[in-house]
């Protein structure tokens, strides 16, 4: 797998597109652990690549995380804050 930019640690934002087709961005970085999101073509992909994994339940930090909505910025085309 080729390795760009040529660095040795990864870092916040790095994305590798991996020969299943999935995708593995780097959210964090910290201590020597590394932290990333996936993302899976299709519901089916992700089964076959979970599928020799080991199901070990949910992380409630994650699973009561306010959806990608909340974080979004308001449209300024609607925003009467200012007026």
């Known amino acids: ?43 089916d992909a992700f089964e076959e690549s979970v599928s020799t994994g080991r199901y070990a339940g949910s992380r409630e930090e994650v699973a009561t995380m306010p959806d990608v909505e909340a974080f979004a910025d308001p449209d300024p085309a609607t925003d009467d804050s200012e007026n």
Request: aromatic share 6%.
């Open 1 to 43: 797998m080729s390795r760009e930019p040529s660095r040795e640690d990864p870092v916040k934002g790095d994305e590798y597109v991996l020969p299943d087709g999935s995708t593995e961005i780097v959210f964090l970085v910290e201590d020597g652990r590394v932290l990333t999101v996936s993302e899976y073509e299709s519901v």
